[in-house]
């Protein structure tokens, strides 16, 4: 089964600083899993122009896709596009297809904070997809989109097509029971499907079930194999209903 991989670089000292709570890379992570791509990592960093530098050259070459959030509009703030540049060993240039949509977007009140938003790194590609009026910028195989959640969550819309891989079969399974009580089963069922994601959520409060149980695979034989290897474990009563 093929995997595609993909890592997100947030950039924002208002993450860090608890101003502004990160809703994208959960956005993104949901996203991309419905399109059969493993996010592997997500990592949150200031608005530093080394840091973004060096952050960029570390993961580029290690997932098939990398986003980064944020720092892309008018301000002084806005350094993710020198960052990636840096980074990459690139120069910033002003894209001319990107300039001509500012000036027609502003006309008279275009000035030099705003044609800052059509800086990109040498080489950049602008990908239309999915209807936007405007593109979103391509580098390698680093995909920069902005930090405003309704904008981002547009962008990801309009390109995560272009990510499909197979997709993960999924099956859930509720139990009455806690963690305590059914690991031992989750571990006899790792040792037979070794292969198997595996996941163990616990509720506590008002719930209706004890612990949330996720079986992934993108072998859905395999899944449902293993779904019914835990259930022949699991005691009477144990199971309150599967999805």
């Known amino acids: 089964m093929r995997e595609t991989t993909a890592a997100l670089i947030v950039v924002g000292n208002e993450i860090l600083s608890g101003k502004v709570v990160d809703t994208n890379s959960a956005f993104l992570a949901r996203e991309l899993r419905r399109e059969g791509v493993t996010l592997r990592r997500v990592l949150v960093i200031p608005d530093d122009l080394e840091e973004i530098a060096a952050a960029v050259r570390e993961m580029h070459p290690r997932y098939d896709v990398l986003f980064t959030s944020g720092g892309v509009g008018p301000t002084h703030d806005d350094i993710t596009i020198a960052g990636i540049a840096l980074g990459l060993g690139r120069r910033v240039v002003r894209d001319p297809l990107m300039e001509e949509k500012l000036r027609a977007l502003f006309g008279a009140r275009i000035n030099e904070a705003r044609l800052k938003m059509a800086e990109v790194p040498e080489g950049g590609e602008m990908v239309f997809e999915g209807g936007t009026n405007f593109p979103t910028l391509k580098v390698e195989n680093i995909y920069v989109l902005p930090g405003i959640p ?14 499909a891989s197979d997709p993960f079969h999924l099956r859930v399974l509720y139990t009455s029971e806690m963690e305590t009580s059914i690991a031992e089963f989750l571990d006899r069922t790792l040792e037979t499907f070794p292969d198997l994601l595996l996941g163990s959520y616990p509720k506590y409060g008002d719930a209706d079930y004890r612990v949330r149980i996720t079986l992934e695979s993108k072998d859905r034989d395999y899944v449902e194999r293993a779904l019914e290897h835990l259930l022949a474990l699991l005691p009477p009563g144990w199971v309150l209903r599967t999805e």
């Not at 309704?150 to 309009?158: D, P, Q, T």
């Open 150 to 163: 309704e904008l981002f969550e547009s962008k990801v819309n309009a390109i995560k097509g272009r990510f």
